[in-house]
């Protein structure tokens, strides 16, 4: 009998010693976007290695409308973590922009992955430079998305007005691409990944020779008219069949970020967590591949890092700016 009660008291200390850490644990929310799109599975992955890894944490990851509703929720402390586009982010941080009151005191923990500038067209349409769009007609994306905005800001840093420089569509990639290989469009925009899946089906179409518009002369344009928001990229060669050459563009990052307050050290676990075990969020979404510490130092955040993860950069001789 006295054994069993020996074990009985163990079992009853170790049940309540599990009961205390689970209620004192550290809970996380990351607020990522549809679950259709990526700012989901990276946050869910993410969330999966913070629960893992980081002691006493436990994450989720919760479906929100993206960038503006991410930085809002942060602002008003309903979630501890965002992803958000480096130029929503830098309009919540200023306090300016559309959906945007006042300054919200975000940083940045990490820089995730870009997102890529397209301006695609064919051979013999014309088109050696963005300034040769004039009198063109070009789909500049879907209504309302990132990449119509940011097509606009680039027709607009070359003096272009979107609705007399151009004869302008608003479509989306897979209409554009369509169009496109119709002729009746003379080329495209569209910001995302690479590669593309529109952009691919149009190089591999028998017949037609895709072309892609080097933009790597408006970033420092953009960079002034707009905010540090804008980092000079390339789409690497070969990156699209018969893409002979390195392609530059303008590129802008999506960024994981925290408010101000959070705590150095948990800031540190979680940048920390993430280096670590990028390989395990790259098997989730591939995206996750652009996840590196030299990335952070490639000016792709307007915004400032927070202690947290520039002590982790420190300790591993990288230079945050």
Same mark, same amino acid.
């Given at each position: 009998m006295k054994?069993?009660?020996?074990?009985?008291?163990s079992?009853?200390l170790?049940?309540?010693?599990s009961?205390?850490r689970?209620q004192?644990? !550290?809970?996380?929310?990351i607020a990522?976007?549809?679950?259709g799109?990526? /700012?989901y599975?990276?946050?869910s992955?993410m969330?999966g290695?913070?629960?893992k /890894?980081?002691?006493?944490?436990h994450?989720?990851a919760? !479906?929100?409308?993206?960038? !503006?509703?991410?930085?809002?929720l942060?602002n008003?402390?309903?979630?501890?973590?965002?992803?958000?586009v480096?130029?929503?982010?830098?309009?919540?941080?200023?306090g300016?922009?559309k959906?945007?009151?006042?300054k919200?005191p !975000?940083?940045?923990l990490?820089?995730v992955?870009?997102i890529?500038m397209?301006?695609?067209?064919l051979e013999?349409?014309?088109?050696?430079k963005?300034?040769?769009l004039?009198?063109?007609?070009?789909?500049?994306?879907a209504?309302?998305?990132w990449t119509?905005f940011?097509a606009m800001?680039?027709?607009?840093?070359v003096?272009l007005?979107a609705d007399?420089g151009?004869?302008r569509?608003?479509?989306?990639?897979?209409?554009?691409?369509?169009t496109?290989?119709?002729k009746?469009?003379d080329?495209?925009f569209?910001g995302g990944g690479?590669?593309?899946a529109s952009?691919?089906?149009?190089?591999t179409?028998?017949g037609?020779?895709m072309?892609?518009?080097?933009l790597?002369d +408006?970033?420092?344009?953009m960079?002034?008219?707009y905010?540090?928001?804008?980092v000079?990229?390339?789409?690497?060669?070969r990156?699209?069949l018969?893409?002979?050459?390195d392609?530059?563009?303008p590129? +802008?990052?999506?960024?994981l970020l925290?408010h101000e307050?959070?705590?150095e050290d948990?800031?540190?676990?979680?940048v920390?967590?993430?280096?670590?075990?990028?390989p395990?969020?790259?098997?989730?979404?591939?995206e996750?591949?652009f996840?590196?510490?030299?990335?952070?130092a490639?000016g792709g955040?307007p915004?400032p890092?927070?202690p947290g993860a520039?002590?982790y950069?420190a300790?591993r001789?990288i230079k945050?700016?």
């Open positions: 054994w069993f009660s020996i074990l009985g008291l079992l009853m170790f049940m309540a010693t009961l205390a689970t004192n644990a !550290v809970r996380l929310s990522t976007g549809g679950t799109g990526i /700012y599975p990276v946050g992955g969330a290695l913070f629960s /890894y980081v002691s006493n944490v994450a989720t919760e !479906v929100t409308s993206a960038s !503006v509703d991410n930085c809002l942060l008003k402390s309903k979630v501890d973590l965002a992803l958000a480096a130029d929503t982010a830098w309009d919540a941080y200023q300016k922009g959906g945007f009151r006042e919200v !975000v940083r940045t990490v820089a992955y870009p890529f397209h301006l695609v067209s013999n349409r014309g088109i050696e963005v300034t040769d004039k009198g063109k007609a070009v789909s500049t994306g209504p309302g998305g119509e940011t800001r680039i027709l607009e840093s003096r007005s007399k151009v004869m569509s608003r479509l989306g990639p897979s209409e554009s691409n369509a496109l290989k119709e009746k469009i080329a495209y569209w690479i590669p593309t952009v691919t089906d149009l190089a179409t028998p037609m020779k072309k892609l518009i080097p790597g +408006v970033v420092s344009i960079r002034d008219k905010g540090p928001v804008y000079k990229g390339s789409i690497p060669a990156t699209y018969g893409q002979d050459l392609i530059p563009v590129l +802008v990052w999506n960024l925290c307050n959070m705590k948990l800031a540190y676990r979680i920390k967590t993430i280096f670590e075990h990028q395990e969020l790259v098997a989730i979404q591939r996750a591949r996840l590196t510490l030299e990335a952070q490639g955040s915004i890092y927070h520039l002590r950069f300790e001789g945050a700016k």
